[in-house]
Structure formats: C-alpha cells, structure tokens
T-cell receptor, first 113, second 115 residues
C-alpha cells in the first residue's frame, strides 16, 4: 500500500523553538506539498516542490521554510515557532504530468505553547 | 483571486436521506475538480475527480458529482447516506498555470449522519 508518512502525529513545542516536520513518500512521486488545516479555513498551501532541491511558495509561506534534498523526503521548518502556528500540518504527494489527485499523510498536530 | 466555496459548514442528516453538498469555484480557465473525504481520525483521501468528458463522475462508496461549467459548480451527491459517511468533505480545484498547476481547497463541510 502506497504511503505518505509524517514523522510525528502530535508535537508540542515552545515559542521560539525551531521545529522540523518530516514527510516521506514511497511512491516515487515528483510533487510534494505542505498544507496547514484549520477549522473553517480548509487547507492552505504553505510550500510545494516539483523536483529535488526545488521549492515554491504557496499561499502562506511566512514563518516557514522547506527542504527537499531527496525525492522521497520533504521537510517543513518553522524557524521560530509562534502560537499562531498551532495547527494540523498535512503533507501530500502526487505524480507529475496529468493530475491524479493527492495522497495525503496522516498529519501532524502541532501545538506551540 | 481564485477561490473555492462550499455552501454548508455543517450538515446533519438521518440515515437513508439523500445528500447534496455544494461547491463553487471562481476561475474562468481550465480546471480539474476533486472531492476529498476525511473520516474521523483518518487522513484525507480522494473520493472522486473530474478531468474531462462526461460531467457526471462516479466515485467510491456510491458518491457522484456533477460538473456544471456554466455555474462553476461541482456538487457532490449520494442518494442514501449511511452512518459511516460521517466525515468532513473538501472540494478542490486544480487550476492550470503556465509553469505549474495550483490546487485550491474549499473550507470543508462537516457531515454528521444520525442512525
């Protein structure tokens, strides 16, 4: 069964900490995405990548950065966590070319205190 | 700006009732359309998708959706819901760009089915 695996299901971090959220997919997908999901707001795109070492800003990139050193791994970095970054973070991947829809990970619920 | 709206934030139905969840998008160009479902405690999964051809598409678990281009709509339907359909439903629109595509999600509709 194909998978997108997010390293942590729940995280609690302190304000100002540097936070790493890891995502690994085993489907050899070219495209990977980071979203945050908040009640009433749906999913908002933070960053995405269409190739190794390539990244593009989404709709809400402020306060975040990403890294994609290998095709299967896409990391989201909160440089200095703040309480307004408390959210559910979802990683997704898809093949290139014709869109097949996304495969999502289970999500990481991050609480910043 | 491109956006996706879903008509209802929360829908409550009894088992066997018919379901229709509204989705509208604001974009005049070429689109691909999706419905995703998130069951309690589970990850988002694809319910159905529209790329081209027959505007009535069928998905998993008896769901279907109809693309009406003139109305910029892609409503999700099911003739008879079950308790197990309790979930959050997200409409999504893929907008074709010059360099890359962009997928915009709606805010979601929470469906509660009462036994």
């Amino acid at each position: 069964d194909v998978k997108v695996t997010q390293s942590s299901r729940y995280l609690v971090k302190r304000t100002g900490e540097k936070v790493f959220l890891e995502c690994v997919q085993d489907m050899d997908h070219e495209n990977m995405f980071w979203y945050r999901q908040d009640p009433g707001l749906g999913l908002r795109l933070i960053y995405f990548s269409y190739d190794v070492k390539m990244k593009e800003k989404g709709d809400i990139p402020e306060g975040y950065s990403v890294s994609r050193e290998k095709k299967e791994r896409f990391s989201l970095i909160l440089e200095s966590a703040s309480t307004n970054q408390t959210s559910m973070y979802l990683c997704a991947s898809s093949p290139s070319g014709q869109l097949y829809g996304y495969t999502f990970g289970s999500g990481t619920r991050l609480t910043v205190v | 700006a491109q956006s996706v709206s879903q008509h209802n934030h929360h829908v409550i139905l009894s088992e066997a009732a018919s379901l229709e969840l509204g989705c509208n998008y604001s974009y005049g160009g070429t689109v691909n359309l999706f419905w995703y479902v998130q069951y309690p405690g589970q990850h988002l999964q694809l319910l159905l998708k529209y790329f081209s051809g027959d505007p009535l598409v069928k998905g998993i678990k008896g769901f279907e959706a109809e693309f009406i281009k003139s109305k910029f709509s892609f409503n999700l339907r099911k003739p008879s819901v079950q308790w197990s359909d309790t979930a959050e439903y997200f409409c999504a629109v893929n907008i074709k760009g010059t360099s890359y595509d962009k997928v915009i999600f709606g805010p979601g509709t929470s469906l509660s089915v009462i036994p």
